[in-house]
């Protein structure tokens, strides 16, 4: 099986966050998890869709080498300012 597109949710039941738009270390798991079990064939490429439930669409493209790091990627926007 070649790479694909995936929709993800990351749920987030304690505080006022309800859902992560965009979890890049959850996608970079996800990847591995494709590697491990050969769901694709490396090297690879997936787009990972996710925050749409919250009004905050995020695209991930999660790179997926034959050995050693999966690499995340994609755009974000910020939503608060660190202090």
Known sequence: MGGGEF???NLFPVGTVTED?????AA???GA???LLS???????VIVH????VGRPSVLTVDIPPHGGIV???EAV????AS
């Open 33 to 35: 998890y494709l590697r």
């Open 78 to 81: 910020e939503i608060a300012e």
């Open 72 to 74: 995340v990627g994609g």
């Open 50 to 53: 996710q925050g749409s439930h």
């Open 39 to 45: 769901l694709v064939q490396t090297p690879s490429r």
């Open 28 to 30: 970079a798991a996800f």
């Open 21 to 25: 738009p965009a979890t890049g270390s």
């Open 7 to 9: 929709d993800s949710r």
